[in-house]
């Protein structure tokens, strides 16, 4: 009997006609290109565990030791090696779902029109936000952790010398921010023996546009580019809204730090899936499944942050 006279079953032209748009919907879902995530964009994305992992275990490393000039016939060569401890995260599964009834299946088949993809990359896009807070942000309950409070990152205190006594930005000339950022970069350096150099600095939006669009007097060179030409560490300047507010008592934050798969990656064991259709009553449901593990620092020692910009 044809599903036209049984409210709950498509028939077999529905059922082929189901099947064919929801491949395409869901080919668009994967290749879709998502406004941009900083957090899925600015870390390197590791899926080397693989799907199902239960812990992803790691080593927290720093390396000691020196060279030196030696003498011919030398045997008292110095050692080098490197430490690190060990530790794990957990591996956390994200999931959700979207669905269509099977009255608006017939409806799109009897008016030839495609099933409407919005709730697919809606489900996506919901997937790719929470990989975005993990990649980010802590988590003690879940016991996973982000770039923007890693425990074993080096705190720096900026002078606060700015107009008021501020420590912003805004209220500092161009002399006293360039000196700010050198002292995030002397930082690392230092406890490091120079063996880690920064070459990323993060800022907030606001700030970001500060020195994007502040002028050198009458040279017509802004702030960020003369960064860029004069620093000979920081290759790149970027922004990233989450540090605003994010600081010791909601002050704005800045950061230093290597952003290569050496140092940090954003641990995703299993991208965003999309699983078979399920009926339930008279709507088909499509579960949508992903793992992630948070970030994971590798040389804490290489970043850097400081607050009340």
């Not at 959700?96 to 896009?125: M, V």
């Not at 990152?153 to 002078?159: D, E, F, G, H, R």
């Not at 939006?205 to 000979?232: C, E, F, M, V, W």
Request: hydrophobic share 35%; charged share 25%.
């Amino acid at each position: 009997m044809g599903a036209t006279n049984n409210p709950l079953h498509l028939d077999d032209k529905e059922s082929v006609f189901f099947n064919r748009e929801l491949e395409a919907v869901k080919s668009r879902t994967y290749d879709a290109k998502l406004a941009e995530l900083k957090g899925l964009t600015l870390i390197p994305v590791s899926t080397d565990a693989g799907a199902g992992a239960d812990r992803i275990t790691y080593r927290r490393y720093r390396g000691v030791g020196f060279a030196k000039i030696i003498a011919d016939y030398a045997k008292d060569f110095p050692r080098v090696d490197v430490f690190g401890e060990e530790a794990s995260v957990k591996v956390k599964g994200i999931g959700d779902s979207y669905g269509y009834s099977i009255q608006e299946i017939r409806a799109s088949q009897r008016a030839g029109k495609q099933l409407d993809q919005r709730r697919a990359a809606t489900a996506r896009r919901a997937h790719d936000e929470m990989m975005n807070k993990m990649a980010l942000k802590s988590d003690s309950v879940n016991g996973t952790n982000g770039l923007l409070d890693y425990p074993g990152i080096t705190s720096v205190t900026i002078a606060a010398d700015g107009e008021g006594s501020s420590k912003t930005f805004a209220s500092k000339d161009v002399d006293k921010i360039i000196r700010d950022i050198n002292t995030m970069v002397d930082a690392v350096m230092t406890s490091t023996s120079a063996r880690e150099i920064p070459d990323t600095l993060l800022l907030p939006i606001a700030q970001y546009n500060d020195i994007a669009t502040r002028r050198l007097g009458s040279n017509n060179t802004t702030l960020l580019k003369y960064i860029l030409d004069t620093n000979p560490y920081i290759k790149k300047i970027d922004w990233l809204s989450e540090l605003k507010g994010i600081g010791a008592s909601q002050t704005d934050r800045m950061m230093v730090g290597k952003f290569d798969e050496e140092h940090i990656t954003l641990e995703i064991p299993q991208p965003f899936e999309q699983f078979d259709a399920q009926q339930e009553g008279m709507e088909f449901t499509i579960p949508c499944h992903s793992e992630c593990a948070g970030t994971i620092i590798y040389y804490p020692l290489a970043f850097a942050y400081a607050d009340g910009i």
